[in-house]
């Protein structure tokens, strides 16, 4: 039989599962740029570069194994713009027996999945992923019914699963979890190791004039665009990271630089999301710098515990918990994401920074993306849906399933507490203590009230203030509602009235909202 083998643009691995049967003789691999998917949401022109890019390399991979590939670009005449329309055109122009695909990475494109196999004239099959760790079908029996899923209960069991830093069936080290040790900040001057950048061929020059004229008007800067789209410049980039990052990596994970947002990470989760590399390779090449005595334990564990633990996890819980996972909001937070998310213009440092780091890059490391742009939105109240939908524009690496968990989860803690026991909020004094972003900022870290103030210092009050109701029977949140129970009503006063001041400032005159505003 002949078999249309449909590769979706985030699953580039010749072993993914459509592809392991293949037969080269009578099979045909599609690939298709959509506009559907270049604009569901307005992607930083970055990610579709990298995308395009990577697309059209393993298309020419495959064909130069003598792999009959059919290729659609997203300026081919007869476009339909859509995964159903051009699967429905291939149909016609293949007419194959059957169509196999591999599982895709958003409950959106699940959906149109199921249309396929309900509509199409021929058998639909959709095979699993094969480039995670842990399969859904896995994680959902793991997960049963419970309310709270926690990542560390899962990352020991895929510890003990796999095999990776094991000693029999103990941990190496003794420990799972050596987090303590990585919080350090980066030394005044320390020199951090150069990004291994990769310069544009002329297919991906071709796909950046293409992204720059056709997305114009989407976020972000092709200028400086340096992502490796071929799995060897993938590998290229992962040997990097184990050689020069690797070692510092647990040290600093947590530390913030102006003008440095790669410091000591690996850069490699578009190249990961995207199927240049798979989650067991990085993790073997981790866990051999370690055996090898090149880089220590502290790091490879944190570094393992990011991919074998976090990512799995979360792909995990979108799957299990989708779609009613996008539909909560337990903190009825409702306020705009500001203008300034996307325009950079705000006088706190950190967030322009941060913000500036994801214009020019596509990129900004975890603690920038958690406690700089996440934690003001969890603080300020903003609308989960509205900052679900800018962190899925602004990165490289963002695909729904990695994307949602982490910002409507771990950051706006709008499943009510199905991801983390309680919200991640923080005032300024933790981005001073792991950045040098305070110094170079209009407003004063160290002062709590006023208009000088770090409006981080009020804002959290303010949430907790806000909160009240829903968190302060919290067993993890009883000391700062403690503390929050000794203040003064006067004091209480004057932070409302400072957070209100800043929240309306920030709405602008004309749609300020009294309706939710203090
Ligand atoms: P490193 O810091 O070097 O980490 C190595 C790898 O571990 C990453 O490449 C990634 O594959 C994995 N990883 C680390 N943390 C996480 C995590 N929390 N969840 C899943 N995988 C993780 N990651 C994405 O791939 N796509 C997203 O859309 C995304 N959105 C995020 C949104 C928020 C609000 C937060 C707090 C985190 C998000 N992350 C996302 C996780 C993490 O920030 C990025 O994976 C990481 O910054 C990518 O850069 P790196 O490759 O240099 O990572
Ligand atoms: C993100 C993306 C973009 C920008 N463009 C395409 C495309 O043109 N063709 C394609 O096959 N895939 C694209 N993707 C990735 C898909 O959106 C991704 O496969 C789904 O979101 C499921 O994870
Ligand atoms: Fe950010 Fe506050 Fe520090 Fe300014 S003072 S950089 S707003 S934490």
């Known amino acids: 039989p002949r078999i249309l083998r449909f590769l979706l643009g985030d699953q580039l691995h010749r072993r993914v599962s459509t592809l392991t049967d293949l037969d080269p ?25 990298f995308l395009f890019s990577a697309m059209r390399h393993f298309a020419a991979e495959l064909e130069s194994e003598g792999i009959a590939v059919d290729y659609v670009r997203v300026d081919a005449p007869g476009n339909t713009g859509s995964f159903t329309g ?25 959906e149109m999945m199921q249309g396929w196999r309900a509509d199409l004239p021929v058998p639909v099959e959709i095979r699993p992923d094969n480039r995670f760790l842990c399969p859904r079908a896995d994680f959902a029996a793991w997960a049963g019914n419970r309310r709270s899923l926690r990542m ?22 003794g420990q799972w979890n050596f987090d303590p040790l990585n919080r350090k900040r980066l030394p005044k001057g320390a020199s951090v190791p150069a990004r291994l950048g990769f310069s544009p061929d002329a297919t ?21 665009f340096a992502w490796p789209v071929t799995r060897a410049d993938a590998l290229a980039a ?46 073997v090449a981790a866990e051999r710098a370690y055996r090898d005595g090149a880089a220590p334990l502290n790091a490879v564990e944190g570094f393992i515990r990011q991919i074998l633990g976090w990512r799995e996890y979360v792909r995990g819980l979108y799957w ?45 490391h975890h603690i920038q993306r958690l406690m700089v742009t996440g934690n003001f939105a969890l603080i300020a109240g903003i609308d989960p849906a509205q900052v679900e939908e800018w962190y899925l524009v602004v990165y490289a690496d963002a695909y729904e399933w990695v994307e949602l968990p982490n910002v409507h989860g771990m950051v706006l803690w709008a499943d009510g507490g199905i991801m983390g026991s309680k919200p991640y909020a923080a005032s300024g004094a933790y981005i001073d203590r792991m950045s040098d972003y305070c110094a170079g900022c209009a407003y004063d870290v160290k002062a709590k009230a006023g208009p000088a103030a770090c ?14 109701a829903r968190l302060a029977g919290n067993p993890r949140m009883a000391m700062p509602y403690r503390t929050l129970a000794r203040m ?10 400072d957070a209100g001041r800043f929240l309306a400032g920030l709405a602008g005159e004309a749609d300020a909202a009294p309706e939710g505003q203090l």
């Not at 099979?27 to 949401?41: G, H, I, P, R, S």
């Open 320 to 364: 299990a918990r989708m779609p009613d996972y996008a539909r909560t909001n337990a903190l009825a937070a409702k306020r705009d994401l500001p203008w300034f998310y996307w325009s950079g213009e705000t006088a706190m440092n950190c967030l322009a920074q941060c913000i500036g780091d994801t214009r020019a890059q596509a990129y900004a």
């Open 455 to 468: 409006p981080f210092n009020y804002l959290y009050w303010n949430f907790l203030i806000e909160n009240e």
């Open 238 to 283: 992962l040997a990097h990271f184990i050689e020069a990052c690797l070692p510092a990596f647990g040290d600093y994970q947590d530390a913030m630089k102006a003008g440095e947002p790669f410091l000591y990470h690996a850069m490699i989760a578009p190249a990961l999301n995207a199927g240049l590399l798979t989650a067991e390779e990085v993790c």
């Open 204 to 224: 991906t020059r071709a796909v950046i004039d293409l992204v720059a004229a056709r997305y114009a008007d989407h976020f972000g800067d092709l200028d400086g």
């Open 25 to 49: 003789e009578r099979d045909v691999v599609l690939l298709v740029e959509v506009e559907a998917e270049a604009t569901y949401v307005r992607h930083h022109k970055q990610k579709i570069a």
């Open 152 to 173: 560390e209960t899962f990352y020991r069991g895929m510890r003990r699963r796999t095999g990776f830093l094991m000693e029999g069936s103990e941990p190496a080290g």
């Open 86 to 110: 051009e699967l429905a055109r291939a149909l016609a122009r293949h007419a194959p027996d059957r169509v196999v695909v591999t599982e895709p990475g958003e409950w959106r494109v699940w």
């Open 488 to 497: 003064s009503e006067p004091r209480r006063a004057e932070i409302r009235a």
